[in-house]
């Protein structure tokens, strides 16, 4: 097992914590309490307080059984003495969030003026919001210092890694947006995808990295969850999204086809039935993308609408010309109004 800056390095667990360089302080729960410093250590942010409890820290929401370790850097200014590693909320309702039961509430960890890692784990015993931290309590009046706040899935504390960005702009424009869907590049994960890419053989190939699902039927095509979507709490009312496919008819001239549509569907969003591309526009064989920017309308999860409510682009008509079949690969949801280039889920490579 390797040890970087004293921390296991077996693989990299997702950040849970945003905004670990503390840039945006509305995130942090008692962030009035701290400081951030001029100087970094090994170029982290450094975050300072001289005040006891009030451990900076975000609301996460966890379910019974799961486990988590979060891990950080600390130090005191001058002298040595013991803070706290909390997990729970102070009262069982706080700021509209229901606390979670867990294994233990606290872990003292010893501090010098050194810096030093720091890690505590707990086992989730009831469903609802933890708040991990660390506090100086009233037992020593040394000035804390922490850096590289990381909260992540399982009993390791893994190198730190910063949490997934939904957008990233450059000269006004946006380049990059987080892909929303799990497993875009097979398409085959349940529950992530209702309805998979199952079929898929090596003879069909990959584009842009992503399997190609083909068909020569109309209404088919890989099918994300919408509950998915819900259950990880990615999606909103309020902020605009975009779907994008890549797509090709192979063995027919898409010029002679008026009779056939390329379609979103989803009816959790605004945009149900839009015509996402002019079929007859395209040539054969030659790949183009499909792409819609909606919002998604606040439908609630029904069991009853999972195909009616699932993310998909389709085709509305089988092709005529025998042995003709159309292709998709490379789906994307993103925040924002732009389909920016093709990748797959930061979960998908942590």
Excluded at 99 to 105: E, F, I, R
Excluded at 171 to 188: A, E, F, I, P, W
Excluded at 253 to 265: L, Q, T
Excluded at 300 to 325: C, F, G
């Amino acid at each position: 097992m390797a040890v970087i800056n004293g921390r296991a390095c077996v693989a990299n667990g997702r950040n849970l914590l945003l905004d670990t360089d503390f840039n945006n302080l509305a995130l942090w729960f008692a962030s009035q309490n701290w400081t951030k410093q001029a100087d970094k250590y090994n170029g982290l942010a450094v975050m300072q307080t001289t005040s006891d409890w009030g451990g900076i820290s975000q609301y996460v929401k966890v379910k019974t059984g799961e486990i988590y370790t979060l891990s950080l850097y600390a130090r005191y200014t001058s002298g040595t003495g013991s803070s706290n590693i909390y997990w729970s909320l102070n009262n069982n309702l706080e700021s509209g969030h229901a606390g979670a039961q867990v294994s233990n509430v606290s872990k003292q960890v010893n501090l010098s003026d050194s810096w030093q890692s720091v890690s505590a784990t707990v086992t989730i015993t009831s469903d609802g919001y933890i708040r991990p931290r660390i506090e100086r309590t009233s037992n020593n009046s040394n000035v804390l210092q922490i850096a590289g706040m990381k909260l992540e899935t399982g009993t390791l504390a893994t190198p730190l890694t910063l949490a997934p960005v939904d957008k990233v702009f450059s000269d006004g424009k946006q380049v990059y947006g987080r892909n929303l869907l799990l497993d875009s590049q097979t398409q085959m994960r349940k529950p992530s995808w209702l309805l998979q890419n199952t079929g898929w053989i090596e003879d069909w190939g990959t584009y842009l990295g992503s399997n190609i699902y083909r068909t020569n039927l109309q209404w088919r095509n890989a099918r994300y969850d919408y509950k998915s979507l819900l259950d990880r709490e990615v999606i909103n009312t309020t902020d605009d999204f975009t779907y994008s496919v890549y797509f090709r008819v192979v063995g027919e001239d898409p010029a002679e086809m008026s009779y056939a549509n390329i379609v979103f569907y989803s009816g959790a969003t605004t945009k149900q039935g839009t015509v996402s591309m002019q079929l007859t526009s395209l040539k054969e064989s030659q790949w183009a993308r499909a792409v819609v920017t909606f919002k998604f309308n606040g439908a609630k999860y029904d069991p009853t609408k999972d195909n009616i409510n699932s993310i998909r682009i389709e085709m509305t008509a089988a092709p005529k010309v025998a042995n003709a079949y159309y292709e998709f690969a490379a789906p994307k949801l993103e925040k924002g109004n732009t389909a920016t280039p093709y990748s797959i889920a930061p979960e998908d490579v942590m």
